[in-house]
């Protein structure tokens, strides 16, 4: 029922910028947790960056300073601003939604390649 829809994955060169967004549709609850995991080949799923419904924000240590998380609620859009990119972000950028409520669910996009290279 919720559907999530990735955008602006790419390839760039170390030291760019790239934008990634979000939308969300269907029946989301109006409390919720929404974020950007990332895996690379061979490697596990982690979480990059996440930004909940009153704005708290929480960053993985490897992107702090580098990356911003933000929400659009009117049109339940989340973004990653992501600067001064280096080859080990490399990796498959999954969006995420987590609802919170009596009974929490978790919501995932098909993912979006970003390609750090020189």
């Known amino acids: 029922q919720v559907q999530l829809v990735e955008s602006g994955g790419g390839l760039v060169q170390p030291g760019e910028s790239l934008r990634l967004s979000c939308a969300a549709s269907?029946?989301?609850?109006?409390?919720?947790?929404m974020g950007w995991y990332r895996q690379a080949p061979g490697k596990q799923r982690e979480l990059v960056a996440a930004?909940?419904?009153?704005?708290?924000?929480n960053y993985a240590d490897p992107v702090k300073g580098r990356f911003t998380v933000s929400r659009d609620d009117a049109k339940s859009t989340v973004y990653l601003q992501m600067n001064s990119l280096k080859p080990e972000d490399t990796a498959v950028y999954y969006c995420?939604?987590?609802?919170?409520?009596?009974?929490?669910?978790?919501?995932w996009g098909q993912g979006t390649q970003v390609t750090v290279s020189s």
């Open positions: 995420n939604i987590r609802t919170i409520g009596a009974i929490p669910q978790d919501y």
């Open positions: 269907g029946n989301i609850f109006r409390l919720n947790i």
């Open positions: 930004i909940a419904t009153g704005g708290i924000t």
